[in-house]
């Protein structure tokens, strides 16, 4: 039988097969050798590159499976793994560039232009240790090129025989996956039915090896790395749960995983060789939290247009090894890289990113929240809904106790790429996950400017929930509803990052002023928000808690004027007024360019959502009434929304009075009880630019 299996096709002659193979490779020498030479980055002929992808490589493979069916399935593997590897920007393997890393370890990227002989040995240095796991942007491209024809042909063929993959879940539409995925489901599904088998199953195993490796005292100093911790009991709680992440989901987050620890992996690397970059100040950066869905994404755009500032862009948090340059950061390879690596999202589900792009955009070279480093940490914002409302990683990433590891690995990834392209004044970060770790946060950040964003949370929760449904419905089984378990796992969600806000500032209030007292305020720059009656902000409507001594430790540099509080309904009025209230806030100078860079971008951003899809949120969309948020929510609402907060009172006194309240409710959704009676103008003509 292994004769047989192994036994060469008695009708191809090996001699002629090597014969024709090796003139076959002569004849084409040109192109081999202007293919080897793309790796050094130089711009290839888009012609060349589809004539290798969809002729040389297909021909290869083709002669191998000819010359036996064993061998061409080794070779294939062999391929697969040698030349494809998972990164952190793409759900699928994509070119690793194994040549490239031996031309770069080689040292022959080192350009001696003007530099001196201690500068090039600091070249030499960083080209020899750094992990440069770099893809040729142009070999993924090809590579591109050669499969995603296949898969939307094959997807197409199926849209026409079986129906859309489009994805429904009551009110909420979705993109499902494409065709070929849907099948590796179903196979995954029959044998976990008939054979107790799962065709996907992620071994947490496999990465803690990375991890082990990451856990330096270059990145940590004395605190414990937990990002194996995390990632074990998400992939624990995945497998138990198919019906919210299928094989393709899997399929999908293990792939991402090994690209977020091979990026931080690098960093590791990169510092051991370069310790000194431990010690590069990171100085009053300006940090917005708050809730999501408050138009935080908004303000951190107005507020990049001050070219004093850095902020972080999503192909640098992804490829930040070696650190970009200012010289070249706007035409950085990578930039391209990262783009193409984006795109192969859309051989799992067509049309997601242009779906997702409705709540929120992501380009290569977009200015990002810095969620995607914590996530790297295995702070799964958004991913964790896949574990369910009881999970054993829900527990562990609610906790606020062990998340500093966290924040001291973003520390190090900013002082990295300051290394290279230090801001004039300060960094800009943003990240609503930020909310749920305030105090490790600040504990890394002791200096930091915090901008807390505000808005109704009757807005918040639908908005998130119907995001979190069109981001992760590729993960699911599209048979599952997902709107019941997300909309109730987004107001755990927001209820614990607001109660935590809240609370910090309390605390912070009591430790500044008088410790310990029953009634406190904090001083609001911001004091013309819509919302509010006076300049402070009362925190004496908290329910009384008990802080842990480490906690209050912790807070005793923290001063109460570090935060400010900014309202949606402010912010969409009047957003120059609200940059200009932050900046003078903070005693930071606002030039007449950073002016009028927001004047025109508020300009674009005008023209953009006039041609963007009107999104409506809605509580019955999710299943959710008033009244069920403002039980929630009723300490929030007291502190930030007085008047909203008197009129859901009242409701909700009528209502124990009367059953037949439940249809006051659905009506009182629709009627915001705020001081602007501008609000639902306001709201439904700037809801989609405000992110």
């Given at each position: 039988?292994t ?15 090597l ?5 076959f490779?002569f004849?084409?020498?040109?192109f081999?050798?202007?293919f080897m030479l793309?790796?050094q980055?130089?711009p ?15 021909y290869?493979?083709i002669?191998?499976?000819?010359f ?26 994509i070119?690793s ?7 770069y370890?080689?040292?022959v990227?080192?350009?001696?232009i ?21 893809v040729n942007?142009y070999?993924v ?9 296949l898969?939307n ?16 879940y009551?009110?909420?539409e979705?993109?499902?996956?494409s065709?070929l ?6 196979i995954?599904?029959?044998?976990k ?18 991890c082990?490796q990451?856990?330096?005292?270059e ?6 790395d ?15 749960r ?12 293990k792939n ?14 990169y ?11 990171i100085?009053?950066p ?7 869905r408050?138009?935080s ?8 247009q ?14 930040p ?31 997601y ?5 409705i709540?929120h ?13 914590l996530q ?18 829900k527990k562990?990433?609610?906790r ?11 520390r190090r ?14 960094w ?15 504990k ?27 981001m ?18 987004t107001?755990?969600l927001?209820?614990?990052m ?5 609370e910090y500032?309390k ?10 007292s ?7 720059s ?30 005793k540099?923290i ?8 309202m949606?309904?402010?912010?969409v009025?009047d957003p120059?007024?609200?940059v ?7 005693n930071?100078?606002m ?18 959502r006039?041609?963007?899809?009107k999104v409506e ?28 907060y ?5 409701l ?30 306001i ?9």
């Amino acid at each position: 039988m292994t004769e047989t299996l192994f036994a060469i096709n008695s009708t191809i002659d090996i001699q002629q097969f090597l014969f024709d193979f090796i003139s076959f490779t002569f004849t084409h020498s040109s192109f081999i050798l202007y293919f080897m030479l793309s790796l050094q980055d130089t711009p290839i002929d888009l012609a060349f590159r589809r004539l290798f992808s969809c002729t040389l490589l297909p021909y290869f493979l083709i002669k191998c499976f000819s010359f036996n069916i064993i061998f061409g399935l080794i070779i294939t593997c062999f391929l697969w793994r040698t030349f494809l590897s998972p990164v952190a920007f793409s759900p699928l393997r994509i070119p690793s560039g194994l040549l490239k890393k031996i031309i770069y370890n080689t040292g022959v990227q080192i350009k001696k232009i003007s530099k001196t002989k201690s500068e090039l040995e600091v070249d030499k240095k960083k080209s020899k240790y750094a992990d440069l796991h770099s893809v040729n942007p142009y070999v993924v491209a090809a590579y591109l090129q050669l499969i995603t024809p296949l898969f939307n042909f094959v997807n197409y063929i199926c849209d026409l025989i079986f129906g859309s993959t489009l994805t429904r879940y009551g009110e909420v539409e979705a993109t499902g996956v494409s065709w070929l995925f849907y099948f590796v489901n179903c196979i995954d599904n029959f044998f976990k039915k008939r054979a107790k088998f799962n065709l996907v199953y992620v071994n947490p195993r496999q990465y803690e090896s990375k991890c082990n490796q990451i856990a330096t005292k270059e990145i940590f100093n004395e605190l414990e790395d937990l990002t194996f911790e995390g990632i074990k009991l998400f992939c624990e709680d995945t497998n138990k749960r198919p019906e919210f992440c299928t094989a393709t989901g899997k399929i999908i987050y293990k792939n991402y995983f090994h690209g977020f620890l091979d990026t931080k992996l690098s960093i590791a690397k990169y510092l051991k060789f370069f310790p000194e970059i431990c010690d590069i100040p990171i100085r009053k950066p300006l940090i917005i939290i708050g809730l999501p869905r408050t138009g935080s994404t908004f303000l951190q755009q107005l507020l990049a247009q001050d070219n004093h500032a850095r902020h972080l862009r999503f192909w640098e948090m992804n490829m930040p090894i070696p650190p970009p340059r200012k010289e070249t950061y706007f035409t950085d390879p990578r930039i391209e890289q990262v783009q193409q690596g984006l795109k192969s999202s859309e051989l799992v589900s067509p049309g997601y990113m242009k779906a997702c792009a409705i709540f929120h955009e992501i380009k290569s070279g977009g200015i990002e929240e810095e969620l995607i480093v914590l996530q790297t940490s295995g702070l799964l914002f958004s991913h964790y809904y896949l574990t369910g409302q009881y999970s054993d990683y829900k527990k562990w990433f609610f906790r606020d106790d062990n998340k500093q590891f966290a924040y001291r690995y973003l520390r190090r990834l900013l002082q990295i790429l300051s290394s290279e392209y230090k801001p004039k004044t300060h960094w800009l970060l943003k990240a609503p996950v930020h909310s749920l770790w305030v105090d490790a946060m600040m504990k890394e950040f002791p200096d930091a400017c915090v901008v807390v964003t505000h808005r109704d949370p009757r807005h918040v929760i639908p908005s998130w929930t119907k995001f979190q449904t069109q981001m992760l419905a590729v993960y699911t089984d599209r048979s599952t509803n997902l709107i019941p378990l997300f909309s109730h796992l987004t107001l755990d969600l927001t209820k614990e990052m607001a109660k935590r806000i809240m609370e910090y500032r309390k605390n912070l209030s009591q430790l500044n002023n008088s410790p310990f007292s029953s009634t406190t305020s904090i001083t609001i720059s911001s004091s013309s928000s819509s919302t509010l009656n006076s300049s402070t902000l009362n925190l004496s409507t908290l329910n009384s808690s008990t802080f842990s001594d480490s906690l209050l430790e912790s807070q005793k540099q923290i001063k109460s004027n570090q935060f400010i509080d900014v309202m949606y309904e402010d912010l969409v009025s009047d957003p120059i007024g609200v940059v200009k209230k932050i900046y003078n806030h903070f005693n930071m100078p606002m030039t007449t360019k950073f002016e009028n860079n927001l004047k025109d971008f508020i300009q674009q951003s005008k023209q953009k959502r006039n041609s963007t899809p009107k999104v409506e949120h809605t509580l019955p969309q999710i299943q959710l009434t008033d009244l069920e948020i403002f039980e929630q929510f009723e300490n929030y609402y007291k502190c930030y929304y007085p008047k909203t907060y008197n009129q859901l009172l009242n409701l909700k006194n009528n209502n124990n009075n009367n059953d037949n309240s439940v249809g006051e409710s659905s009506i009182l959704h629709h009627n915001h009880f705020d001081n602007n009676n501008n609000y639902n103008k306001i709201d439904q003509n700037v809801t989609t630019i405000i992110v």
